[in-house]
T-cell receptor
């Protein structure tokens, strides 16, 4: 069964460093998402991506964040200068298409720890 | 309260009992989905209910949706210790690009 994959599973970085979180969505999916979950809190939407551009983003997704789909298979989230409060689990998700009846498939997550 | 709020926040039951948790939301939705998360792990999709549906079943799961009350419930029947997890509802609004609004979740503990 196809699945969303994410790498690495755990990333430790120093405050101020850049990190890139990688995701490989399901191959025929067209809509891509990043979410994050700070430990003990709920999952929060960061950004949605469709047709090679951001379709929607949250207040969390400021200038320090960027996304791209560099090669038609990978979908990356970059944090330019990490802060302590960026420590969280980051989830990638994808969906096959538009319409209201499509399930989002989530990856297993990348745990980011900023020291 | 925010979109997709679950209650109770925590639920402790014995194996074999039923577990019921509720989710309320504020805005119009296209669909509502329930996910399960084991501690520190990923999100596992359980069931999707569309805005024009009132009830769905999947194995031991039963989900209801009442759009007039903007609420949904998830019932797990004959619970097992392996059902111990956090359960989240996630709503997709009618004015979004399919983004989810998650609730804070219900933490369910099933003791043998």
């Amino acid at each position: 069964e196809p699945e969303v994959t994410q790498t690495p599973s755990h990333q430790v970085t120093q405050m101020g460093q850049e990190v890139i979180l990688r995701c490989v969505p399901i191959s025929n999916h067209l809509y891509f998402y990043w979410y994050r979950q700070i430990l003990g809190q709920k999952v929060e939407f960061l950004v949605s991506f469709y047709n090679n551009e951001i379709s929607e983003k949250s207040e969390i997704f400021d200038d320090q964040f960027s996304v791209e789909r560099p090669d038609g298979s990978n979908f990356t989230l970059k944090i330019r200068s990490t802060k302590l409060e960026d420590s969280a689990m980051y989830f990638c998700a994808s969906r096959v298409g538009g319409g209201s009846y499509n399930e989002q498939f989530f990856g297993p997550g990348t745990r980011l720890t900023v020291l | 309260s925010q979109q997709g709020e679950e209650d109770p926040q925590a639920l402790s039951i014995q194996e074999g009992e039923n577990a019921t948790m509720n989710c309320s939301y504020k805005t119009s939705i296209n669909n509502l989905q329930w996910y399960r998360q084991n501690s520190g792990r990923g999100l596992v999709h359980l069931i999707l209910i569309r805005s024009n549906e009132r009830e769905k079943h999947s194995g031991r799961l039963r989900v209801t949706l009442d759009t007039s009350k903007k609420s949904s419930s998830l019932l797990i029947t004959a619970s097992r210790a392996a059902d111990t997890a956090s359960y989240f509802c996630a709503t997709v609004g009618t004015d979004s690009w399919g983004k989810f609004q998650f609730g804070a979740g219900t933490q369910v503990v099933v003791t043998p």
